[in-house]
Each structure stands twice: as structure tokens, then as C-alpha cells.
């Protein structure tokens, strides 16, 4: 499934960002949906996800507490509000959905991106000081 993801900008530290995550032609009804971010020069990390059947959020350490991930009810559409932005926050943005399953506590597939077959195309994220 094709994904679409926007939202992402120029904030300054401590203003916030709703980033959006769509899909192509269908729902997330049966997929997990997870926000993943990559910044130069490191690995993709897990930003915060909802898990496929119990619709569970996990989040980041980094990132508890200021983001927070969400779902319209028809499932057509996932948010990332992130409020309180800091610098070390900039990076590429990036949704992915799949039928990641959840085995072990905290579930923590939802933190591998392999775990995932659809990806978005990124959304720019820069938090300036």
C-alpha cells in the first residue's frame, strides 16, 4: 500500500508539528501503523507506534510525554502530534504500516523497521534554536 506522509517543516524549539500519515486506496484497519525518523548521519529509529489488533501506542523514551500518536475513526488516517520540539527532534520523518505481530512484552516488533512492507516517503522535520 502506497503511504503519504505531510505535515513536516521549520519550528522553532518548543513549538510543535502534526505530522499525517495516509494510505492509498484503503484503511489501517488491519495494519500497525509506527512513525520511524532518521536523521544524517544515523540509523532509523522508532518514533511511535499503534499496534495492529489491540491498537496499543508504544512510544520512544526520547519522545514520551511530548508526542503523541493517534487515528482517525475510520482508521484512513494516523497522526503524529509533536509538541515541545527540540533540536535533536529534526530529521526525516517517516510512516509505515504493516501486520506486525506482536509477540513479547511491549510488543517489540513495532520498534523494527523490518517488521513493516509499506513506507512512506518521508516528511522533512528541522527545529531550529
Do not use: H
Not at 484497519?29 to 512513525?35: E, G, I, L, N, P
Request: hydrophobic fraction near 30%; aromatic fraction near 10%.
Amino acid at each position: 500500500v502506497q503511504l503519504q506522509a505531510s505535515g513536516g517543516g521549520l519550528v522553532q524549539v518548543g513549538e510543535s508539528l502534526r505530522l499525517s500519515c495516509r494510505p492509498s486506496g484503503r484503511t489501517f484497519s488491519d495494519s500497525a501503523v509506527s512513525w520511524f525518523r532518521q536523521a544524517p548521519g544515523t540509523d532509523r529509529e522508532f518514533v511511535a507506534g499503534i499496534t495492529k489488533n489491540q491498537r496499543t501506542k508504544y512510544y520512544a523514551d526520547s519522545v514520551k510525554g511530548r508526542f503523541t500518536i493517534s487515528e482517525d475513526n475510520a482508521k484512513s488516517a494516523v497522526y503524529l502530534q509533536m509538541d515541545s520540539l527540540r533540536p535533536e527532534d529534526a530529521a526525516v520523518y517517516y510512516c509505515a504500516a504493516g501486520r506486525v505481530i506482536c509477540s513479547g512484552y511491549g510488543c517489540p516488533n513495532m520498534r523494527r523497521g523490518t517488521a513493516y512492507d509499506s513506507w512512506g516517503q518521508g516528511t522533512q522535520v528541522t527545529v531550529s534554536s
